[in-house]
């Protein structure tokens, strides 16, 4: 980093608060009528020194909080994405986005296999297959049951944390962290002070943690769906049944021929139900308890990070009544 | 992405003794020294926080050094991986249900064992999704588990502050709620498993069987899975994964002699499709049939003609009703009685088997779903050899109906689908009476922690005093010995 570097966002507003401290412990201190005076002054501006480096280095402990986060985590024995605090939001969004995607996916197959089970149900010739692809829809639903609802939880997870990453994103690059020290000096703004400051100490490590701990469960287990799509497709590859009748459909419109690929793979995989079931059943269980245990952790560790949070704002409001209030001699 | 406990174990000590340390070197350096303060109470406070912190410590790492130690947490995926495995064969079900209802538009039918199999799937899923979690919540309170004491520590060293409280709220929680959830997860899983045990399919493959029936109709035929009625041609659902063979085709209570063979399926554009069976069945002779069109009452068969005499003559007048003239003839009979005007001799017979008939293992509600079935055993029938002689006289022999032989299958109640119309009956038996048990626990874990987390904050401050106690005498017993430490300290 270098030394131009430091006067840019957000450790220039830090340095700069820091150095509007120093100023003003100075400006006291020659500005002090009597001896007395004088030597409070001195006094205060050890304390004024002290926030002034803490109100400087807070910026950095900001910037290498999802490096310490990562390394907690590994400590204990998970292995997280390291992210940024500005780009939690965007990795968020990106999960959600692909979380998302797959709940979508599964209900829109699900219900495009009830439509066409109900079309083709309406003449008498198609009715078997007709019932065949509206029970198939039954099929999909119920064997996906159990994922879309942790689905739906990371999702809410994802927004959650999104949010709280955009806050903290702005407090980082606006120098709120720097400006939440300063506010410790004074005794009116003390409280806000302390509580900005404990929040900001906690979650600097805590978020980028919790985030990084919730992208690496989306990269891992939350696209399952897609898993098993694929899945059933390289199983299907080889029916020389299914390829003949989607090779039928080769100069249809692509809509159609992806429709009819994926109802041609969801009917060979019919064929060889038991390696369906088999397949369905490991594959999406282990994907949706490790989804669910993980909302469940997010949950309670961002719980107690408020609580830390609590706690700590009173001893760093009480901490620094005891280093910054002026004695008066 | 497993949770390396010991290391969680060992990282709550080193931050508790680090926060310890820092927080006692501010006070005493800081506070004290630096800015002169009376810092007595406070020192006194966080020492027996500390000390508080390392006994609560000391107690639970020889406990957690082999963490989990309180109970093993069972293995979330295999519960959700056996429900998904029940759902999918129960969806299967459904698949081949409709495959055989819809052609034959009993669509009613089709909609009612639909929302049988729907509940079934939602009542397991939902208490799949409930295991799963509490067994998810466990393993995230295992986790949180070895940091308790820090949290409550923390919280009396500062003991009337609002931060103090909800920490102290936190560790006693974890403390209280981890082994009471554990234990929770043990019944809880215990029962899901029991339950999925139960319902459990005997195999993973679901067919359609095509049956063609040639031989008196209706008849009960019964298979290695399942028993259904046919008058010719219809699909029933089997296991794919186990042989169907015929074991007794009976019609109007006689056991037919039967033949019958599998035939492979052909290509076909119904992907469950597993093949033909061919049955063809008959009475031991060629019979003349009691029947109108609410069902069959009998049947009888003029086996030989004994004697003739000249001009001798018999000849069935309809189906109840024989015409002898100059002849003895002897018949077999199934019926409620004989009568003749001319001389009878009956003798009571066995020379067909006859059978008693059950219908498929379903619960009484569902038997509409699968069709009706005949009486289980035949009311006033005789089985009869009855000799009847006619000589210069007309006679005409008149056999009595016995009771009505009827019944037709609307949804074969055969493999899958017997298994899963019993699927509410084994739930019951799976949950039996321990789903009381279930709720009881968790109303008791949830009493228990609340209280213990709510008499823990109220008594906190009194709490916090005994272990100020303990700091003040920790520090008035170290005091004096730095003093005598330091004066031999050369700088």
């Not at chain 2, 949290?151 to 082994?179: C, D, E, Y």
Request: hydrophobic content about 50%; glycine content about 10%.
């Amino acid at each position: 980093m270098g030394v131009t570097s430091l006067l840019t966002l957000p450790y220039g507003i830090g340095i700069t608060i820091a150095g509007v401290e120093l100023a003003w412990g100075l400006v006291k201190y020659y500005l002090a009528p009597t001896p007395g005076q004088r030597r409070e002054a001195v006094e205060e501006f050890y304390g004024v020194v002290i926030g002034a480096v803490l109100t400087a280095v807070v910026a950095y402990y900001m910037s290498i909080g999802p490096s310490i986060g990562a390394k907690i985590a590994g400590a204990m024995g998970v292995s997280v994405t390291q992210v940024q605090l500005s780009d939690i939001p965007k990795v968020m969004y990106f999960d959600f986005n692909l979380v998302m995607g797959q709940y979508i996916a599964n209900q829109v197959l699900a219900f495009a296999f009830s439509a066409a089970g109900a079309i083709l149900g309406v003449t008498q010739v198609l009715k078997p297959v007709g019932a065949l692809l509206g029970s198939l829809s039954g099929f999909l639903s119920a064997i996906m049951a159990p994922y879309n609802r942790a689905l739906i939880a990371t999702m809410m997870n994802t927004i959650a944390l999104a949010a709280l990453g955009q806050v903290m994103g702005y407090m980082y690059n606006y120098g709120i962290g720097s400006l939440s020290i300063a506010l410790l000096l004074p005794s009116r703004t003390r409280r806000i002070g302390a509580w900005l400051a404990s929040f900001i100490i906690v979650f600097s490590i805590l978020l980028p943690l919790v985030a990084g701990y919730q992208d690496v469960l989306v990269s891992n287990y939350g696209n399952v769906f897609t898993m098993w799509v694929n899945t059933i497709e390289q199983h299907c590859s080889n029916n020389s049944i299914m390829q003949t009748i989607i090779s039928i459909f080769l100069n249809a419109p692509s809509w159609l021929k992806n429709a009819i690929n994926i109802l041609a793979d969801f009917v060979c995989g019919i064929t060889s139900l038991q390696w369906l079931v088999t397949n369905t059943a490991t594959l999406v269980s282990t994907g949706t308890f490790n989804l669910l245990e993980g909302d469940i952790i997010i949950d309670i560790i961002m719980g107690i990070g408020f609580a830390i949070t609590a706690w700590l704002a009173d001893l760093i409001e009480a901490g620094a009544r005891a280093l910054f209030e002026v004695r008066h001699l | 992405m497993a949770m390396n406990y010991t290391n969680i174990l060992w990282g709550s000590l080193v931050s508790g003794v680090s926060l310890f340390a820092v927080y006692i070197a501010y006070l005493v350096v800081v506070k004290g020294r630096l800015r002169g303060m009376n810092v007595t109470r406070e020192l006194y406070s966080a020492v027996g926080a500390f000390t508080a912190f390392i006994i609560m410590m000391s107690i639970i790492t020889p406990l957690l050094s082999h963490l989990p130690s309180l109970a093993k947490p069972p293995s979330g995926s295999w519960v959700l991986e056996q429900y998904d495995i029940i759902a999918a064969v129960l969806s299967a079900v459904k698949m081949v249900t409709a495959l055989i209802l819809f052609p034959i538009e009993e669509f009613t039918t089709y909609y009612s064992l639909s929302g049988v199999i729907n509940s079934i799937i939602g009542f397991l899923g939902g208490l799949a999704t409930l295991t799963a979690m509490v067994i998810a919540l466990y393993k995230a309170l295992l986790a949180l588990f070895p940091l308790a004491p820090l949290f409550i520590s923390l919280a009396l060293a500062r003991p009337n502050k609002p931060g103090g409280i909800v920490l102290m709220g936190v560790g006693l929680m974890t403390l209280v709620a981890t082994p009471l959830i554990g234990w929770l997860v043990s019944l809880l899983y215990n029962i899901t498993m029991g339950v999925m045990a139960v319902l459990s399919p005997p195999c993973l493959d679901i067919k359609l069987l095509g049956v063609v029936y040639f031989g008196p109709g209706p008849a009960l035929v019964t298979t290695s899975q399942g028993v259904f009625m046919t008058n010719g041609t219809r699909y029933i659902p089997i296991w794919g994964c186990e042989r169907v063979y015929v074991t007794q085709v009976a019609w109007d209570w006689l056991v037919l002699n039967y033949t019958y063979t599998p035939l492979p399926p052909g290509f076909s554009i119904i992907p469950l499709y597993g093949g033909t069976l061919v049955i063809y069945a008959q009475l031991p002779f060629p019979a003349m049939v009691i029947e109108n069109s609410t069902g069959v009452y009998g049947a009888w068969f003029p086996l030989r003609v004994l004697r003739y005499w000249a001009n001798g003559t018999g000849y069935p007048i309809n189906d109840t009703a024989f015409y002898i003239r100059n002849e003895s003839v002897l018949f077999w009979a199934w019926t409620s009685g004989v009568k003749a005007n001319c001389s009878l001799t009956v003798n009571e017979t066995s020379m067909v088997k006859t059978t008693l008939v059950s219908g498929p293992l379903v619960l009484p509600i569902y038997a509409p779903l699968t069709g009706t079935y005949p009486p289980s055993a035949p009311m006033g029938y005789r089985q009869m050899l009855i000799n009847a002689t006619a000589y210069n006289e007309s006679c005409i022999i008149v056999f009595k109906p016995g009771s009505r032989w009827s019944g037709y299958t609307v949804l074969p109640a055969t493999g899958p689908v017997e298994w899963a119309l019993a699927g509410p009956l084994n739930l019951i038996i799976g949950l039996n009476s321990q789903w009381g048990n279930v709720e009881t626990a968790f109303m008791t874990v949830g009493i228990i922690t609340v209280a213990v987390t709510l008499l823990g904050i109220l008594l906190l401050p009194y709490i916090a005093i005994g272990t100020a106690y303990l700091g003040a005498i920790i520090v008035e017993f170290i005091s004096p010995l730095w003093g005598v430490i330091s004066q031999l300290l050369p700088f």
